[in-house]
């Protein structure tokens, strides 16, 4: 029977319970002090972290500086918050070309025309997780009362345009309809990230994949004996489930598609290479509003709280940073399948309206920060909001929707449909009051705490 192993179970007779017999899998070290780098290689293998000899070296120095063994929950965290897809390090890598070593990198090349025109229009560039330039006075209907049962009445606004635009080619990849279905749903979480908070619009897809190869349409340069991996879904099964993933997630949002391009390339060079998408890109952008006051984030202060609000922790999207960042059919086909996440396009849309109903408050905006979950789940989206002052996280105040989950998956599953905010004490009964109109999840047990010079973070079990 066709079904989605990671969210659904073929009962072959009538289910009498639905209690299991399962228990957390334990947390464990890595014997780093007595194997070395061999006991980094094994692990590196066993749970795809993708690091590279160099990753290898710098762990097996850093962790044997320490005098003590990692533990794989720990491994895991590194993999996914210093993977190239969650850090993007190669943009300010040295640029070799050739064996001719380039004046710039790539960040100083994409930026050039930013800082050649210090009289633009931007407002926001090259950080957070969108761009915005300048706007202006608008009078859009909003409630008179937000965050509870009001009347709407034009209100004076200062709103600047945003754009968010991003791309989600592994998963794709791996599961076109699911993979394409979250990557509309990231990007639209950056969007009303992005700053803290902002107002939604519409939405834009686009697809390059291989040669189709459709029956009875084979085009001149197509090659139907071109070898596709085996744990990649197909050119033409990434057009059309991509296609139906990104379309359903916004209808479900309500968010439109308002454009859209395609490409399909695959063919042998006169040289002998063969040039084609076998890793498809799936891009995807939105534009928005943003409130002039709400550009910026605000500086973390000694006894904010860190507040997740959201859907329950699921057991899915593990590992999606590291397997994101090696190159496509190089991972076991388990491992590439448990990286991609699955959305849920109705908890989003709760979720996007608590946010919004802090931004309608204008100046009473209770966000001093907003990031949204992505990659990495909790062990890249907390240590975000913490940084630099550090905290002290209790990991089971995480409302989770599998009492079999272990302290690993819990900390590093990426189950979208997150935010992770900061607010002031001051501010929890207004957003439990908001949460609680939207049915969205909100759970506070955390809070920031000085670390002089340092930064670190307390992952404590009760």
């Known amino acids: 029977m066709v079904h989605d192993r990671m969210t659904e179970q073929v009962y072959e007779v009538p289910a009498a319970t639905f209690k299991v017999d399962a228990v957390p899998a334990p947390v464990f070290t890595v014997p780093v002090m007595q194997q070395k780098r061999a006991a980094l290689e094994a692990i590196n293998e066993e749970m795809g972290l993708a690091f590279d000899d160099w990753d290898l070296d710098y762990y097996t120095k850093l962790f044997t500086d320490m005098g003590r063994d990692p533990t794989n929950v ?38 050039a025309p930013l800082k050649a025109r210090p009289d633009n229009n931007s407002v926001v560039a090259f950080k957070d997780n969108s761009s915005a330039i300048r706007g202006f006075e608008v009078s859009p209907m909003l409630p008179r009362h937000p965050g509870g049962p009001s009347a709407l009445a034009p209100q004076n606004r200062d709103w600047d345009l945003l754009l968010t ?47 189709l190869l459709m029956d009875g349409h084979t085009l001149p340069h197509e090659d139907p004996e071109f070898v596709y991996p085996d744990n990649l879904a197909p050119p033409q099964q990434i057009l059309i489930d991509a296609s139906n993933g990104a379309s359903d997630y916004g209808n479900k949002f309500g968010e439109p598609l308002i454009a859209g391009y395609t490409r399909t390339f695959g063919q042998r060079l006169p040289n002998g290479e063969r040039r084609e998408w076998l890793k498809p890109i799936m891009f995807s952008a939105g534009v928005g509003q943003i409130d002039h006051r709400h550009l910026q984030k605000a ?23 590291a397997a994101s960042s090696v190159p496509s059919g190089s991972n076991r086909a388990d491992l590439d399948f448990n990286a991609v996440q699955r959305g849920d396009a109705e908890m989003s849309q709760k979720l996007w309206r608590v946010v919004r109903s802090c931004v309608e408050l204008g100046g ?15 062990c890249n989206v907390v240590k975000e909001i913490i940084y630099p002052l550090g905290g002290e996280i209790d990991i089971r105040a995480v409302k989770v929707g599998d ?59 009760i």
């Open 74 to 111: 720990e491994l895991f965290d590194i993999a996914q918050s210093n993977s190239e897809h969650s850090r993007h390090w190669f943009f300010k890598g040295e640029l070799v070309i050739d064996g001719d070593k380039k004046p710039h990198n790539l960040m100083e090349i994409v930026t």
């Open 165 to 211: 635009a991003e791309t989600h080619n592994f998963p794709c990849a791996v599961a076109p309809y699911p993979g394409a279905e979250t990557g509309a749903g990231g990007r639209m979480r950056d969007t009303h990230a992005t700053g803290t908070g902002s107002i939604m619009g519409g939405g834009t897809a686009g697809y390059c994949v291989g040669n």
């Open 299 to 321: 500086e973390g202060e000694i006894g904010m709280l860190v507040v997740k609000i959201g859907g329950p922790a699921y057991r899915i999207g593990m590992g999606g940073g």
């Open 364 to 378: 009473d905006n209770p966000l001093v920060q907003i990031h949204d979950q992505g990659a990495g789940g909790n």
């Open 403 to 461: 009492e079999t989950m272990s302290v690993l998956e819990i900390w590093g599953a990426e189950y979208q449909e997150n935010d992770c905010l900061l607010i002031r004490p001051e501010s929890r009964a207004l957003l439990e009051g908001i949460c609680e109109r939207e049915r969205c999840l909100m759970q506070v047990r955390y809070t920031l705490i000085c670390v002089i010079l340092s930064y670190y973070l307390v992952v404590t079990s």
